[in-house]
């Protein structure tokens, strides 16, 4: 069983005596986790896939672990777990739109869970935006190397009833990448903003050589950039005064 530093912080995000859904489990790797390290008692495991679901099932019993097969359920997102039948869901490697799908299906059943462990592959911004309006706060964030890829994990939990007006619209750089991430890992942060930070200059470049120069567009793009180049900033120096030379690893 390899264990990426993706599966780890979803594993790590859960508390001691919380008990989890792994919705879209595929593998089952993160439950095996739980109930190995005694994190989690109570684990179901729930795939779309009959086929994903048959790779847990045969993965856990390799591993010589014996959970009820009542808890490997069949279903489309949360169709297949009772309301409140979990303290935290778990919904990781999937896109930031499926997440957000798997959550608005029915959002007064989501709201039974405590706590979301969510992992979106793309479209991360849109997701915040998502919880925002729907009275999440994210209680953390954590971004975990996997192969080339920096991957984020955010938990959220609901903290009013009240459906919010979010201060900006879903595309705007700070869904994407929230003040909430100075308490990031700086050098896997360093490297999503260095990429980023180099892929809107491209762009400034490119239009910057159009017949019409779309000064709008160049002013906005250059303003996005000065905003993760002042977050990467503020990330540094968040990290030099908590953890001086150190740095925490998410
Ligand atoms: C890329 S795998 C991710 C596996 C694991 N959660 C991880 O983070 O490594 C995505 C899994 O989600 C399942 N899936 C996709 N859409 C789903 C949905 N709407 N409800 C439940 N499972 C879904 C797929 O069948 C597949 O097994």
Request: overall charge negative; aromatic content about 6%; hydrophobic content about 30%.
């Amino acid at each position: 069983m390899r264990i990426s530093k993706r599966l780890e912080a979803l594993y790590e995000a859960v508390n001691p005596g919380e008990s989890v859904a792994d919705i879209g489990t595929d593998h089952g790797y993160v439950p095996i986790l739980l109930l190995q390290n005694g994190i989690s008692e109570k684990v179901i495991l729930s795939d779309i896939s009959t086929g994903s679901l048959a790779k847990a099932e045969e993965n856990f019993r390799q591993m010589g672990i014996e959970i009820p097969e009542t808890c490997f359920r069949i279903g489309d997102g949360l169709s297949s777990i009772e309301p409140g039948e979990v303290d935290a869901l778990i919904i990781g490697g999937l896109g930031g739109r499926t997440i957000r799908q798997i959550l608005a299906d029915d959002p007064e059943k989501t709201a039974t869970y405590r706590k979301l462990i969510l992992q979106p592959r793309n479209n991360s911004g849109e997701l915040r935006y998502y919880l925002y309006q729907q009275g999440y706060d994210i209680r953390r964030e954590i971004l975990a190397p996997e192969g080339k890829f920096v991957c984020e994990v955010i938990v959220a939990v609901k903290t009013t009833e009240e459906k919010r007006t979010p201060p900006y619209d879903a595309q705007d750089i700070r869904w994407k990448y929230p003040e909430s991430m100075i308490s990031c890992n700086p050098e896997l942060l360093g490297q999503r903003i260095g990429w980023l930070s180099g892929r809107l200059l491209e762009q400034v470049e490119s239009l910057r050589k159009s017949k019409d120069v779309p000064q709008e567009r160049i002013r906005k793009l250059l303003e996005q950039r000065d905003y993760i180049l002042e977050l990467e900033k503020r990330n540094k120096k968040y990290h030099e005064e908590h953890y001086g030379e150190k740095t925490q690893c998410n």
